[in-house]
């Protein structure tokens, strides 16, 4: 009898996966970027949701001739199981639950089980159980960058398995169980939405729409009136190693924060660094990627010169710079800066001293930001607050399964 990591319930026993399978074989590869006569559906990584169903939202297609005729169509009960990717993703399963008209690349695995002896969502759910779990991370073969499970190894792995009938109510029970959490997830990811909403209203709520009314003591003024010229970044190449100044590109931002331990280096003669050197401050406008994304320099904690891609506004005495990077993200500056329906692919100097901005008195300037920035530990804590109830969440799938294949449901 095979032997298994816990004693299981009584008419329960533990199978090597190879002995409860009809079939247990990879898929082919298709390594070109596009098939303009494809008419087959071939199923990748990426069609394999971490939930455990099928994501269709990506579709790849080949030429059907690739595929023998026997081998198109996917049927209910079908496991499919991503043998190679990332250390943290290989090993994610789906369950095919519809008949499918599909090839599959040769980074999944199909598993079709004996139907007199298994369910292929019982499988599935047992594999999905060792995912979680860090079986297959533990298991798996690294190469760099990515981790693989062969055939060989998965025909070894060994699950328990309760007889049909038992299996075909825990399932049951599982997917009702789990279709609650679905229903969670779904709510918290509205509640996600609502809270950038929340941040995007307050800032439209701030600052009026170019050419309406403003309160006493306000103007509207161009960028350009009240920053210095705009400044295009500096060409050079980035070095790994730490020869010159840290240099700043587009890639080097994130969520409006620069990671400073992963920028590069550059060589820069002293004349140039001088003309180029980033300080607190300075605004940074992308001028291409995320078209218009702005980054407010508040420290500069090395030698540091911003890339060619980047483009540095400089302000006058009479504009708070944290006001300015708050106006500059707000609908009325987006809308300037990328207009709806344009074909634009990216800004210019020309563009950002153009922008129409609403100018309060310095004080003011000062009490706006105050404001938004309470506001902004407000939506900070509340994206905390979903970051850990999708944590609970996904605690809540392990237990679930785990009790499972404990015999506990």
């Given at each position: 009898?095979?032997?298994?990591?816990?004693?299981?319930?009584?008419?329960?026993?533990?199978?090597?996966?190879?002995?409860?399978?009809?079939?247990?074989?990879?898929?082919?590869?298709?390594?070109?970027?596009?098939?303009?006569?494809?008419?087959?559906?071939?199923?990748?990584?990426?069609?394999?949701?971490?939930?455990?169903?099928?994501?269709?939202?990506?579709?790849?297609?080949?030429?059907?001739?690739?595929?023998?005729?026997?081998?198109?169509?996917?049927?209910?009960?079908?496991?499919?199981?991503?043998?190679?990717?990332?250390?943290?993703?290989?090993?994610?399963?789906?369950?095919?639950?519809?008949?499918?008209?599909?090839?599959?690349?040769?980074?999944?695995?199909?598993?079709?089980?004996?139907?007199?002896?298994?369910?292929?969502?019982?499988?599935?759910?047992?594999?999905?159980?060792?995912?979680?779990?860090?079986?297959?991370?533990?298991?798996?073969?690294?190469?760099?960058?990515?981790?693989?499970?062969?055939?060989?190894?998965?025909?070894?792995?060994?699950?328990?398995?309760?007889?049909?009938?038992?299996?075909?109510?825990?399932?049951?029970?599982?997917?009702?169980?789990?279709?609650?959490?679905?229903?969670?997830?779904?709510?918290?990811?509205?509640?996600?939405?609502?809270?950038?909403?929340?941040?995007?209203?307050?800032?439209?709520?701030?600052?009026?729409?170019?050419?309406?009314?403003?309160?006493?003591?306000?103007?509207?003024?161009?960028?350009?009136?009240?920053?210095?010229?705009?400044?295009?970044?500096?060409?050079?190449?980035?070095?790994?190693?730490?020869?010159?100044?840290?240099?700043?590109?587009?890639?080097?931002?994130?969520?409006?924060?620069?990671?400073?331990?992963?920028?590069?280096?550059?060589?820069?003669?002293?004349?140039?660094?001088?003309?180029?050197?980033?300080?607190?401050?300075?605004?940074l406008f992308a001028r291409s990627g995320s078209i218009g994304?702005?980054?407010?320099?508040?420290?500069?904690?090395?030698?540091?010169?911003?890339?060619?891609?980047?483009?540095r506004v400089r302000l006058r005495e009479i504009v708070f710079?944290?006001?300015?990077?708050?106006?500059?993200?707000?609908?009325?500056?987006?809308?300037?800066?990328?207009?709806?329906?344009?074909?634009?692919?990216?800004?210019?100097?020309?563009?950002?001293?153009?922008?129409?901005?609403?100018?309060?008195?310095?004080?003011?300037?000062?009490?706006?930001?105050?404001?938004?920035?309470?506001?902004?530990?407000?939506?900070?804590?509340?994206?905390?607050?979903?970051?850990?109830?999708?944590?609970?969440?996904?605690?809540?799938?392990?237990?679930?399964?785990?009790?499972?294949?404990?015999?506990?449901?």
């Amino acid at each position: 009898m095979t032997e298994g990591p816990y004693k299981l319930p009584k008419g329960w026993r533990w199978v090597r996966l190879g002995d409860i399978c009809l079939v247990i074989e990879t898929g082919f590869a298709f390594r070109k970027k596009g098939a303009p006569d494809g008419d087959l559906l071939h199923l990748r990584p990426y069609n394999i949701g971490e939930d455990g169903a099928l994501d269709l939202s990506q579709r790849f297609l080949v030429p059907s001739d690739l595929c023998p005729a026997g081998r198109r169509t996917l049927q209910p009960g079908d496991v499919l199981f991503n043998n190679t990717n990332s250390v943290e993703l290989v090993g994610k399963t789906a369950l095919v639950t519809q008949p499918l008209q599909a090839a599959f690349s040769n980074h999944i695995t199909l598993l079709r089980t004996r139907p007199e002896q298994a369910q292929g969502a019982w499988v599935a759910l047992a594999l999905r159980a060792m995912w979680y779990r860090g079986f297959f991370a533990e298991r798996c073969n690294k190469w760099v960058g990515q981790a693989g499970i062969n055939t060989a190894m998965l025909r070894t792995f060994v699950i328990p398995l309760p007889p049909l009938e038992e299996q075909k109510r825990i399932v049951a029970k599982v997917e009702a169980l789990m279709g609650r959490v679905r229903e969670a997830r779904r709510l918290r990811q509205e509640a996600q939405k609502d809270v950038e909403r929340l941040w995007q209203s307050a800032l439209a709520h701030t600052f009026p729409r170019p050419g309406s009314d403003l309160p006493e003591g306000w103007r509207w003024v161009r960028l350009g009136e009240v920053a210095e010229k705009p400044q295009y970044g500096y060409t050079s190449s980035a070095l790994s190693e730490p020869i010159g100044p840290k240099f700043v590109r587009i890639t080097d931002i994130t969520s409006g924060e620069i990671d400073w331990n992963s920028v590069p280096y550059c060589k820069i003669e002293a004349k140039a660094f001088e003309r180029y050197k980033l300080k607190p401050g300075d605004l940074l406008f992308a001028r291409s990627g995320s078209i218009g994304a702005t980054i407010l320099i508040r420290e500069v904690p090395y030698d540091a010169v911003f890339a060619s891609y980047l483009i540095r506004v400089r302000l006058r005495e009479i504009v708070f710079p944290e006001f300015a990077a708050l106006v500059l993200k707000a609908p009325l500056c987006q809308r300037q800066l990328i207009p709806q329906g344009a074909a634009q692919k990216n800004i210019n100097a020309r563009v950002i001293q153009q922008l129409l901005i609403p100018l309060p008195p310095l004080e003011e300037q000062r009490r706006i930001v105050a404001h938004l920035q309470e506001v902004q530990e407000k939506i900070k804590a509340l994206k905390e607050a979903q970051a850990q109830t999708e944590a609970e969440l996904k605690r809540l799938e392990q237990a679930i399964l785990g009790k499972a294949f404990r015999g506990e449901l």
